[in-house]
């Protein structure tokens, strides 16, 4: 038998929290509210922990932490550490390992702890259910968070810190309203549900539901809605190939909220150096799908083979404008290099460097342009492919 058809033991603490917890929310938290009802005050505050503990797991635990996408200050650290305790998810430490391991094993059933291969259910939550060997905590790719101090004390500390975060303040909040079990059940249980799965959506819906506009080599996808339910990572297509961007959602309109508090923590002093991958790039890798896709609807169309001259000269202009780019990447890097080196006429070097750094953004600029009008040339390529594979039928 396959290691990965094997049915390892349940794990009766993750059951507890994954299965019981659930089934309990979906008893006592209708049966109190015709027992007793909710007011305004308990929903609001278990809408403002729901979104805390998620921007903790989205800006802190995924893109600070698990994809050095930013740095944040000390205080902004600690408030990612308590508040993502509070989802309930692991601690710092194993959930950055666990994601890292997936980011560099995506979709290989053997080493991908949540692999999409594995089906829906078990990349949702089946793999939290059963001691799977893909499970087996191993910290060689984090030994920059073992140098953390924060992380290494929330590690040390996480027990106790969940369940203050999950059961203390929700009582501690109910003393102070009046009403302690609706407030536990609304603020503690109802609310810790609901960001489980809504996180879990990411392992399980965002490999199986959307578009695969940057890259078909794995599973991943964008899915606007699911961008919305989790705070901005439901760009998971663009996520899985440019990791390291503190964006998920790139275009200004698209809902991002983690992405919009970590450049208003950069204006308040509490985050520095975002990461934020070039746009030529990305729209280098929109291109190279659009190429994959263009050159298997030409193999499967032979009545659009006249069409392929047509493709492969837009390819070379692609390659072309690639070339340019890395030579442009070159000459910038060369402009740095001797800048350091010479330390005579500092104020004429400025003024050079000045110049030729305005020459290089706009030549740059040219690239990125080029590259969008290749898009729309090849997307109305495509349908003519389409049109004409369509009247063959």
Same mark, same amino acid.
């Given at each position: 038998?396959?290691?990965?058809?094997?049915?390892?033991?349940?794990?009766?603490?993750?059951?507890?929290?994954?299965? *019981?917890?659930?089934?309990?929310?979906?008893?006592? *938290?209708?049966?109190?509210?015709?027992?007793?009802?909710?007011?305004?005050?308990?929903?609001?505050?278990?809408?403002?922990?729901?979104?805390?503990?998620?921007?903790?797991?989205?800006?802190?635990?995924?893109?600070?932490?698990?994809?050095?996408?930013?740095?944040?200050?000390?205080?902004?650290?600690?408030?990612?550490?308590?508040?993502?305790?509070?989802?309930?998810?692991?601690?710092?430490?194993?959930?950055?390992?666990?994601?890292?391991?997936?980011?560099?094993?995506?979709?290989?059933?053997?080493?991908?702890?949540?692999?999409?291969?594995?089906?829906?259910?078990?990349?949702?939550?089946?793999?939290?259910?059963?001691?799977?060997?893909?499970?087996?905590?191993?910290?060689?790719?984090?030994?920059?968070?073992?140098?953390?101090?924060?992380?290494?004390?929330?590690?040390? @500390?996480? *027990?106790?810190?969940?369940?203050?975060?999950?059961?203390?303040?929700?009582?501690?909040?109910?003393?102070?309203?009046?009403?302690?079990?609706?407030?536990?059940?609304?603020?503690?249980?109802?609310?810790?549900?609901?960001? @489980?799965?809504?996180?879990?959506?990411?392992?399980?819906?965002?490999?199986?539901?959307?578009?695969?506009?940057?890259?078909?080599?794995?599973?991943?996808?964008?899915?606007?809605?699911?961008?919305?339910?989790?705070?901005?990572?439901?760009?998971?297509?663009? @996520?899985?190939?440019?990791?390291?961007?503190?964006?998920?959602?790139?275009?200004?309109?698209?809902?991002?909220?983690?992405?919009?508090?970590?450049?208003?923590?950069?204006?308040?002093?509490?985050?520095?150096?975002?990461?934020?991958?070039?746009?030529?790039?990305?729209?280098?890798?929109?291109?190279?799908?659009?190429?994959?896709?263009?050159?298997?609807?030409?193999?499967?169309?032979?009545?659009?083979?006249?069409?392929?001259?047509?493709?492969?000269?837009?390819?070379?202009?692609?390659?072309?404008?690639?070339?340019?780019?890395?030579?442009?990447?070159?000459?910038?890097?060369?402009?740095?290099?001797?800048?350091?080196?010479?330390?005579?006429?500092?104020?004429?070097?400025?003024?050079?460097?000045?110049?030729?750094?305005?020459?290089?953004?706009?030549?740059?600029?040219?690239?990125?342009?080029?590259?969008?009008?290749?898009?729309?040339?090849?997307?109305?390529?495509?349908?003519?492919?389409?049109?004409?594979?369509?009247?063959?039928?």
């Amino acid at each position: 038998m396959n290691s990965t058809d094997a049915k390892p033991p349940l794990l009766p603490i993750n059951v507890a929290i994954f299965v *019981v917890l659930p089934l309990a929310a979906l008893v006592l *938290v209708p049966a109190w509210g015709v027992y007793h009802g909710y007011d305004a005050f308990q929903w609001l505050w278990a809408l403002a922990f729901l979104y805390l503990n998620g921007m903790s797991i989205t800006g802190g635990y995924h893109r600070l932490w698990a994809h050095k996408a930013y740095e944040a200050s000390p205080a902004l650290r600690w408030f990612y550490a308590f508040w993502g305790a509070g989802a309930l998810q692991n601690s710092i430490l194993i959930w950055a390992s666990d994601h890292r391991r997936h980011h560099r094993h995506v979709d290989d059933n053997e080493q991908d702890p949540y692999s999409a291969g594995r089906g829906l259910w078990f990349s949702h939550m089946g793999w939290m259910l059963r001691d799977y060997k893909s499970n087996e905590a191993d910290f060689s790719n984090a030994r920059d968070l073992q140098r953390d101090p924060i992380v290494m004390w929330q590690d040390k @500390h996480y *027990v106790a810190l969940t369940t203050f975060m999950n059961l203390g303040l929700p009582i501690l909040l109910g003393l102070w309203h009046g009403d302690i079990i609706g407030t536990v059940l609304l603020v503690g249980l109802l609310r810790l549900v609901v960001n @489980h799965h809504v996180t879990f959506f990411i392992n399980s819906l965002a490999h199986y539901w959307g578009t695969r506009p940057y890259t078909e080599s794995n599973s991943a996808r964008d899915n606007g809605f699911l961008a919305f339910l989790t705070y901005g990572e439901g760009y998971h297509n663009y @996520h899985h190939i440019f990791q390291t961007d503190y964006r998920n959602g790139i275009r200004w309109y698209q809902w991002d909220p983690t992405k919009w508090f970590i450049s208003l923590c950069e204006k308040l002093g509490l985050a520095s150096n975002l990461v934020r991958v070039p746009d030529f790039k990305i729209q280098r890798a929109i291109l190279d799908t659009q190429f994959e896709r263009a050159r298997r609807e030409l193999d499967d169309s032979p009545a659009a083979e006249g069409l392929r001259a047509t493709l492969e000269r837009e390819y070379q202009l692609f390659t072309e404008s690639i070339n340019q780019w890395k030579e442009l990447q070159s000459q910038r890097y060369e402009q740095k290099r001797n800048a350091l080196e010479d330390a005579l006429s500092e104020k004429r070097q400025q003024l050079q460097e000045k110049w030729d750094n305005a020459a290089l953004r706009t030549r740059f600029r040219e690239l990125e342009f080029s590259l969008k009008m290749q898009r729309k040339r090849v997307a109305l390529l495509m349908e003519q492919v389409q049109l004409q594979a369509a009247q063959a039928a």
